[in-house]
């Protein structure tokens, strides 16, 4: 090197379209700290190096050493991103060198097809990502959904789990005692243990709430609003671990997960990465599951043609997508196995793959929206796509520019939480498709598991192909029976489904599944029909109608009909959305006093 420099200096061809592109790139990422010239200008700077060198691959010179090539690329991704470990497997592992050497040789010989591959992949532009601006509106948009979990679940904790309720949390608690002994703190992590009074839970519950809606609306990433995510996190645990079957639901799970690394969160390539990880784990076993299942309805894609009515609480479109023609249906359940499937790989392409990625998933969440009540769920997915449009991508909204953001990052406490999160996470991610894994990573799945750390995905994985409906009836004479009315599932025939989402009736979901079964698999039941028996009041208000407003009926009993949509026929003819048919006793009648 005949030029003394105080910096390293790159030389490339400054008559190549496709080198100007990418070093526009590296001169974002490496700032001062590379002097870029084009051999055109300087070669006169470096004597030594023939003309032919200049044109076959770019040269890096760093004190009194000459890099070309892929070496010199990996050198220069040391400087500007501080990861030498991309060059440390370029100089230790065998096979790597000759390898990246050979595919820098195959574009440097086709840089016109490279320049049209990456404008179309990239844009006119080639800039370091950054999610400056993504990684505010998550943090805010998660604040957000934490309120509407929270407000939802407190509208209804006093009948599900209060002291009156179906499943008092403190009865919970005993058994949990009794069963696992003082383990049962360790395996229910829940601040209910020490607060389980209906006081205590509208405490924690409310006041979540209105924590969450202060941190929706504060500045984002600061340390006051990754405080409030801290408690926000231990408040949804408790509530999760102490709701007992009428939580615990997949998206409650990606709450907390998702809850978790936002207490990471930094607009960092390896923190934010960890969110677009969870969106590929979410999309890609939701999909996954379906074929591993080996249900016959998605393997020949007539799944669809029972969803739209089985599902728990439909919308009204639900209904009009119920009479759509077959062929229809079975290209919509292709389209889910695309977007599932295939768009998830694309995460993690350039930039405009992830857009691709990211418009599908959106586009997905929203017919499911659309056609489904699932709470706060889509919403969350949808938000957790922001992660998918680095800060170039908002350009198009003149006002929405990135924020100064001052933040210090710990680039040990950054490796330890992305390993860690990655490597467990990717153990469950295999044990999905049955392969075995080394104990010391799946062992600790489980416990990982309770704190809604880290989990699997996957709703749907057998299609229901029926809608069974319990109807929950009482009687003074046992002769006359008259039905209590639930607020959100099917019940009178001539009522519409309802739009409802974000909130979540969580006795009318689980009434869902109980009729899937039996009652000798839903104990809660039983508990439920002794409740109305008493009158309890919390309880009364999860239902939209008691019809014995004086005082409890004498007995109780549930009947299990078969619901299905009308068709457009007999909808004009009758004016109801449902028809149903009784398939038999659910529930026998019960009473609380001896018969007179």
């Not at 076959?56 to 030498?84: M, N, P």
């Not at 894609?301 to 009515?309: C, E, I, M, V």
């Not at 619901?563 to 529930?587: D, L, V």
Request: glycine residues 8%.
């Amino acid at each position: 090197m005949s030029a003394a420099t105080d910096r390293p200096v790159l030389v490339f061809d400054g008559d190549c379209a496709f080198c100007r592109l990418w070093i526009g790139y590296w001169k974002a990422l490496s700032g001062d700290k590379v002097e870029y010239v084009s051999w055109q200008t300087c070669a006169k700077r470096f004597p030594e190096v023939p003309e032919q060198d200049f044109r076959k691959a770019i040269q890096l010179f760093d004190g009194g050493k000459r890099y070309s090539a892929a070496e010199a690329v990996f050198h220069l991704l040391a400087y500007g991103s501080g990861a030498s470990w991309p060059l440390w497997l370029y100089g230790r592992v065998p096979g790597v060198a000759p390898l990246t050497e050979a595919i820098y040789r195959f574009i440097a010989a086709h840089r016109n097809a490279g320049f049209r591959v990456t404008r179309l992949l990239w844009g006119a532009h080639v800039e370091p990502p950054s999610y400056r601006i993504s990684s505010g509106m998550f943090a805010r948009s998660i604040a957000l959904i934490y309120a509407i979990a929270f407000a939802s679940f407190g509208t209804q904790v006093r009948g599900l789990i209060g002291e009156k309720g179906i499943q008092p949390v403190a009865d919970f608690f005993q058994q949990a005692l009794r069963v696992l002994g003082s383990n049962a703190f360790w395996h229910i992590p829940t601040l209910f243990w020490w607060v389980h009074s209906d006081f205590g839970l509208l405490s924690i519950v409310w006041s979540g709430a209105v924590l969450a809606a202060v941190c929706s609306i504060g500045r984002p990433l600061t340390s006051g609003q990754r405080a409030g995510f801290v408690v926000l996190f231990v408040y949804y645990l408790s509530v999760v671990n102490g709701g007992q079957v009428f939580m615990g639901y997949q998206w409650d799970y990606l709450l907390l997960e998702a809850g978790f690394l936002t207490l990471f969160l930094k607009p960092t390539w390896a923190r934010t990465f960890l969110f677009r990880w969870l969106l590929f784990r979410l999309m890609f076993e939701s999909g996954a599951v379906k074929l591993l299942s080996h249900d016959p309805t998605w393997r020949n894609l007539t799944a669809l043609t029972y969803h739209y009515q089985t599902q728990p609480l439909p919308t009204p479109l639900a209904w009009y997508m119920e009479q759509s023609p077959l062929w229809l249906l079975k290209f919509s359940t292709a389209c889910v196995f695309v977007v599932e499937l295939g768009l998830p790989f694309l995460i993690f392409g350039p930039r405009r793959l992830k857009h691709i990625a990211a418009w599908g998933t959106i586009a997905l969440q929203l017919m499911i929206l659309l056609t489904g009540n699932y709470t706060f769920f889509n919403f969350l997915t949808i938000a957790l796509c922001l992660f998918l449009f680095d800060d170039a991508s908002w350009r198009f909204i003149p006002r929405l520019k990135p924020r100064t953001i001052e933040f210090h990052t710990n680039r040990y406490v950054s490796g330890l939480v992305f390993a860690g999160i990655v490597l467990f996470s990717f153990t469950g991610f295999l044990n999905i498709f049955g392969v075995n894994t080394p104990a010391f990573l799946s062992e600790p799945l489980p416990t990982l598991g309770q704190f809604g750390v880290i989990n699997q995905y996957g709703l749907f994985a057998s299609m229901t192909t029926s809608r069974p409906e319990i109807s929950i009836e009482g009687s003074n004479d046992a002769m006359d029976w008259q039905p209590y009315v639930f607020r959100y599932k099917p019940g009178p025939l001539n009522r519409a489904p309802g739009i409802i989402e974000p909130f979540q009736p969580r006795l009318d979901w689980q009434m869902w599944f109980a009729a899937l079964s039996n009652y000798r698999e839903n104990p809660w039941i039983i508990v439920l029909m002794q409740r109305l028996l008493e009158g309890s009041p919390p309880v009364l208000e999860l239902f939209e109608q008691n019809p014995f407003s004086g005082k409890p009926p004498r007995y109780v009993r549930a009947i299990v009909y078969d619901y299905q949509f009308t068709t457009f026929a007999e909808r004009r003819q009758t004016g109801n959305w449902w028809k149903r048919q009784p398939k038999g006793t659910y529930f026998p009648p019960i009473s609380l006093k001896p018969p007179q």
